[in-house]
């Protein structure tokens, strides 16, 4: 009863009260992509992200508790989603299977194009890509996202396969996963500095990507063995 309850208060529509604050929340958030995009991360306060949005430096901390959740404010789905990819797999499909088919969908870091033309999505592409790597904060608070997306995986495989807490398995096979996502964030960042164009990146990026997936399928036994 109380599953079929949540279930429910999670697909009834928002009231107005929620509404408003989703909004704001969004509004604070493109409010603040903009503004680093144009001068920087670094360069960018807090206050001037509120005073720009029209709303209290309060209210922006209520939303986002500090300025790197600003930038990253749509991680926490992508996490969701991950998760939910791999808990919701069908029966008989493994979880690199489960992977694969997330990780190769148009999302994430396939889904570089958006609106636009091709050199509007380039310089988008090369916009963000530029806010992320010229700021040390947020190249940090990255690296504990993803540290965080690895430790809740290796939690959920730990707990389909029974492993007990002091098995590495589980701890294995999400890093493994997750190396991978983050090998082809960093294949699409340094492509994009280099000058390539979204169409470019694209196809070198599923190739990357299908020969990744295809050695984690098969393993490490044979790679790279000394002649």
Known sequence: MRRAMSTDAATAPLGL?????LQTRRLIAETA?????????????VAEVARAADVAEKTVFNYFPTKEDLFYSGMEAFEETLLGAIRDRAPGESVLGAF???????????????????????????????VITDSPALM?????????YTDTLAALVAEETGAGPD??????????????HRALIEYVRRRVLAGETVPQIAEGLRAQAEVALARLESGLGDYDVRR
């Open 33 to 45: 992509r903009r503004l680093f995009a144009e001068r920087g991360f670094e360069a960018v306060t």
């Open 17 to 21: 009260r929620e509404r408003k604050k």
């Open 167 to 180: 098995d590495v398995e589980p701890w294995v096979v999400a890093h493994a996963l997750l190396g991978v």
């Open 140 to 148: 940090a608070r990255e690296r504990e996202v993803l540290g965080r």
């Open 100 to 130: 694969r088919a997330f990780v190769l969908a148009p999302q994430g870091v396939f889904a570089m194009e958006g609106p636009g033309s091709d050199r509007e999505a380039t310089e988008r592409l090369l916009t963000l890509t530029r």
